[in-house]
């Protein structure tokens, strides 16, 4: 075949292997892409359910060099024609390197051996008895292809396809891809149909094999053009070519070569099979087939499209069908709702504007977002910034900008983006907006807005026993409903003032619920109060599942498991706030998505981040914390209330007393409120660090040209309202004054004429440090002093001193120490360990008055002193490596500490960027790229080679070291058979994923050490003989 051309990719569909993945949405059906092996729901597939799952799909396609995307069900064998640019930007759940079956079954599991004495004989058997029949005997030689495919079919045999008979030509980045499996032919089918791709490709090319055996003859071979045709039409990439008969006398001319020809087949299928056992080939029903040439006429638009300048590719908002085909199948979305298809179809967007879009919580406003993406990937072929918690070209929930720090940090971004570059397209969404006009003019964008709702939304008060329907035509904006019907007893009544438990006995547990709670600890008791008045009947509802939840988080808590779920688990219950770790939360959302349990209670912050929708929406007070509800809480929180395709209708309740009624009368009524600026107000987070990140990044060095990007922010926009005594200019002066005092920025005037000044700035050493390790410049002058302190005595017999150095600033404040715990931890220290403490000025007779009460006449400092407590934490941690043993002996929530972990090793990187920008700190390299890593994995020294590799947390790395595979070496040379007999509960993807990986990492360390070693070979570019060697030759 001809470079460039035809070229054949496998998609292998495995039996009993259903893997649905949210990865899914970014497969890339272009001209790439191949039809996945997963069959749909057509009639006769159904009917053949059997045979399906014992097929492979194949479908040959043109390849345009432009990208190969994992298709959920399917994977792809081998390389190709691959844009790693783009490839690279696709999100992918399987490990670098993983190109073959992933099933974790055997992956020729009942099929036929692909020994001799199989397809091999039956092909031998087959042409013998072709070319005994007298009636055929003056065409034998021809080899006829449909005579001996209808004799395969009437004699049903079971026949095993094989891989590419020729060696493809390819480009020098392209391999070969050849398949094998074991399929059935079944009678009944067009006999075309079920030619194997590959046995086409050797008929195809059986007149070059002719060429080679010597048979002349070859030329005068004349091919049926009808018969071409016909497969060309049925099958337009399979190239099956049939050859006509001739006559008598050039028949007999070529008997002699027939017999080399099929001992040339079977050393060719024998060669062919033996190599390629791994592959698979399938066959396809009609209705199959016609699809994948629907689907291929596509791409070749598409192909022919993307040569062009249109950007285009398809029928489903220019991308191609495909993208629908999984969103059905995935995600059950057959059509979008209007409002999404009015704004997919805006002209705004499809002329690359800037747009905002706002609609209420469950709108759909996530799908336009991945399409808007989709588009920007595969049509535009340009990279895609993602903005958490949301996916989108530059995208976030708009309101979070008028949100302390967060909001500073996505000002800064989204300014920085609209002063460098004209063509990057932002997308904003929000459910949230108000005074968006000021939004649109900082983002020059255009706006979207709808009211729709897939779920109707009721919302509620609730006053003693009564509850009242929100109505804005009444005249105090609500209107009586319904009395509770619950009886009470006197227990009860004290238990349950607020009548929860008939709250969401009403929904539980066959429709969810979510009570949201003042406090975490409020959470907690909430949950059991609730699970102490439930009917024992709660407690078969999903039993096995719910006996797997508990397992599950016992597993993840290293046999810990808290006890308050124990209780509340069994009847579908569980709290939800941000004590609980990382992985207790997923593993409880997922159990509450699957309907496992049927009630969370909750805090703010799920309204604000997780997406778990409810029938029923409860707000236990008013209240955040101790601060009243805004406008916006509320909106976020009653917005879960109501499940697009489960619910019907969705309730909110809001409880209040009646000492609360007025209030809570003009919160449902006002509108919401608007998001300001805080790029000012966060001083050193905001204006000072944006004003050291535009001269670092030379975006803007001089006042003017800083002053101008200030008018373009969101600030800028909003300057009349915030700025009430100082102008912008005085600001930007002020700023940069502040910045150059501290010894970040210098500033250099330059006198362009008489008249005309110009002030430049330039960043410092300390400036850039600062910059490049993201320090907040509240605290990089403090950084800086600890770090020249202990330069004078680091104290190296224990980790402790470093880890103070890097126990983040920002989570002092929140630090409230247990002073009887302090001095009991400080008690058990070593003598070095106590010298570290004293080193910072704290002692344990300090800690002993603070824990007896007495008072402290001498002055120390809170902040060291709370910050030392942090280090405790952190230091015991990294010896017991357990985070429930350290909960206990210090009596704080495991997410506390959890998070104070991750921020400890977020900040020793920061600290290790700082130190590797001032000589001075030359010391604290090595130490710090060490400590970054026990932070990071919070492990056992030995097992940290192994938690670098994707896949493997902590108990998959015990459970590797123990048996054996102690580094990456061990790894990367594991065999995946092996590994997943020697380690429990471990998948064959997961095996492969996770050998691929180690290899990775290993190859990237190897390339590191190439590369060291070719600059110590290389010549010196200022060598002294160089010079003088480059003239003489010239």
């Known amino acids: 075949m001809d470079e460039g051309g035809s070229r054949i990719r496998r998609r292998v569909s495995l039996p009993k292997r259903n893997r649905p993945s949210l990865g899914c949405i970014f497969v890339a059906p272009t001209a790439a892409e191949l039809e996945p092996g997963d069959e749909g729901k057509e009639e006769e ?3 053949a359910e059997n045979r399906r799952r014992k097929t492979a799909g194949v479908l040959p396609v043109e390849v345009q060099p432009l990208l190969l995307s994992d298709s959920p069900e399917c994977l792809v064998l081998g390389g190709g024609d691959t844009n790693p640019d ?13 190109q073959h079956n ?3 079954e055997d992956m020729f599991g009942d099929y036929d051996s692909f020994t001799e004495n199989s397809f091999i004989a039956q092909v031998d058997d087959l042409e013998q008895k072709y070319m005994q029949l007298p009636e055929h005997k003056k065409h034998a030689t021809d080899f006829a292809t449909e ?3 209808s004799e395969s079919i009437k004699n049903k045999l079971s026949i095993t396809t094989i891989g590419n008979l020729t060696e493809l030509q390819t480009d020098k980045h392209t391999e070969n891809q050849s398949g094998y499996e074991g399929v059935t032919v079944e009678p009944g089918a067009d006999l075309l149909y079920d030619v194997p791709t590959s046995q086409a490709i050797y008929f195809e090319n059986l007149q070059k094999s002719s060429n080679d055996l010597g048979n002349c003859s070859m030329k005068e071979r004349d091919w049926k053009s009808s018969s071409h045709n016909t497969v060309n039409e049925e099958l337009p990439h399979n190239c099956i070519e049939q050859p006509q008969q001739n006559d008598e006398a050039s028949s007999k001319v070529r008997i002699s070569s027939d017999m080399n020809r099929r001992k040339s087949i079977k050393d060719h299928l024998k060669s062919a099979m033996t190599g390629n056992a791994k592959a698979q080939t399938p066959v396809f029903s009609r209705s199959k087939q016609l699809k994948d040439t629907l689907l291929s006429e596509e791409i070749n638009v598409a192909k022919k499209t993307i040569e062009s300048s249109s950007n285009d590719l398809g029928p489903f908002y220019s991308l191609p069908s495909k993208v629908r085909d999984l969103y059905a199948q995935f995600k059950g979305i057959e059509k979008l709702y209007e409002w999404q298809h009015t704004c997919l179809t805006l002209n705004s967007v499809q002329e690359r504007k800037n747009l905002i879009y706002s609609l209420p919580t469950s709108g759909g406003k996530t799908l336009v977002a991945e399409i808007l993406m989709l588009q920007e990937l595969l049509c535009c072929r340009k990279d895609v910034l993602m903005i958490l918690p949301y996916v989108a070209i530059v995208q976030e929930k708009l309101h979070m900008i008028g949100e302390g720090s967060r909001g500073a940090t ?3 971004t989204l300014a920085k983006i609209l002063y460098t570059s004209r063509t990057t397209q932002i997308i904003g969404m929000s459910a949230t907006l108000n005074n968006v006009e000021d939004l649109q003019k900082f983002l020059q964008a255009e706006y979207y807005t709808s009211q729709f709702r897939p779920v109707e939304l009721k919302e509620y008060l609730k006053i003693n026993d009564t509850i009242y329907e929100i109505d804005s035509k009444a005249e105090n904006g609500m209107t009586f409903s319904r009395l509770l019907n619950y009886k009470y007893s006197e227990t009860l009544k004290k238990m ?7 709250l969401v006995t009403e929904v539980i547990p066959n429709y969810s619920c979510l009570v949201f709670c003042p406090s975490k600890k409020n959470c907690e008791n909430v949950a059991e109060m609730i699970c102490k008045f439930l009917s024992k009947e709660y407690l078969k509802h999903k039993e096995k599942e719910k006996c797997e939840v508990i397992k599950n988080l016992k597993n993840i808590g290293n046999g810990n498991l808290c006890p308050v779920l124990k209780r509340t688990i069994p009847f579908g219950v569980a709290y939800h706030h941000s004590g609980l770790t990382s992985d207790e939360r997923k593993l409880l959302e997922e159990a509450y998505s699957t309907g496992v349990l049927c009630l969370f209670t909750c805090t703010s912050t799920l309204a604000a981040g997780v997406n778990l929708p409810a029938r029923r929406v409860i707000l236990r007070a008013p209240y955040v914390a101790k601060e009243f ?5 509320y909106k976020q929180m009653i917005g879960r209330a109501g499940r697009a395709g489960i619910d019907t209708i969705g309730e909110s309740i809001l409880i209040l007393q009646e000492k609360d009624k007025q209030q809570v009368l003009e919160l449902i009524t006002r509108p919401l409120e608007n998001c300001y600026s805080h790029l000012v107000q966060e001083f050193t987070k905001g204006i000072q660090t944006l004003f050291l990140s535009l001269i670092g990044l030379k975006i803007a060095t001089n006042l003017d040209d800083i002053y101008h990007f200030m008018n373009g922010t969101f600030f800028g926009v909003q300057q009349k309202i915030l700025l009430k005594e100082k102008s912008l200019w005085e600001i930007t002066v002020e700023s940069l004054r502040y910045l150059t005092e501290k010894g970040l920025l210098q500033k250099d005037t330059i006198c362009k004429s008489e008249e005309e000044v110009q002030y430049n700035f330039h960043i410092t050493k300390l400036g850039r440090a600062s910059f490049k390790g993201t320090i907040d410049l509240a605290y990089c002058d403090i950084l800086y002093r600890d770090l020249k302190k202990g330069l004078e005595g680091l104290v190296l017999e224990s980790l402790l001193h470093l880890i103070y150095l890097t126990t983040p600033y920002d989570l002092v404040s929140q630090s409230n120490p247990d002073w009887m715990i302090y001095f009991r931890q400080f008690s058990q220290l070593s003598p070095a360990e106590q010298n570290v403490a004293a080193i910072l000025g704290v002692s344990e007779s300090f800690l002993g008055k603070k824990a007896s009460g007495q008072a402290i006449r001498k002055k120390v400092d809170k902040d060291v002193v709370n910050r030392l407590y942090l280090s405790f934490v952190l230091y015991t941690l990294l010896k017991e490596t357990n985070i429930w043993t350290v909960s ?34 030359w010391v604290y390299r090595a130490l710090l790229v060490e400590l970054t890593k026990k932070l990071t994995y919070c492990v056992k020294a030995e097992l940290i080679p192994l938690m670098e590799v994707t896949g493997v947390l902590e108990g998959r790395a015990r459970q590797l070291y123990s048996a054996g595979y102690k580094s990456l070496m061990h790894l990367a040379n594991a065999n995946p058979e092996v590994l997943i007999k020697t380690i429990d509960h471990l998948s064959r993807r997961q095996a492969k994923q996770i050998i691929a990986s180690a290899k990775m990492l290993l190859h990237e360390k190897a390339e590191a050490l190439q590369e060291e070693v070719e600059e110590l070979l290389r010549l010196p570019s200022d060598f002294p003989g160089a010079v003088a060697s480059s003239t003489d030759k010239a």
């Open 45 to 47: 597939e159904m009917v």
């Open 86 to 98: 783009l490839l690279r930007r696709m999100p992918t759940d399987r490990g670098v390197g993983d």
């Open 102 to 104: 992933d099933s974790e």
């Open 147 to 149: 005579n001996l495919y």
């Open 410 to 412: 996505l000002e800064m």
């Open 496 to 502: 349950d003032p607020d009548h929860l438990v008939a």
């Open 629 to 633: 509800l805004k406008r916006n809480q």
């Open 888 to 921: 206990e002996k210090f009596n704080m929530p495991r997410g506390y500490i959890q998070n104070l972990l991750t921020g400890a090793a977020s900040f020793s990187s920061c600290v290790l960027h700082f130190c590797e920008e001032l000589e001075e700190f």
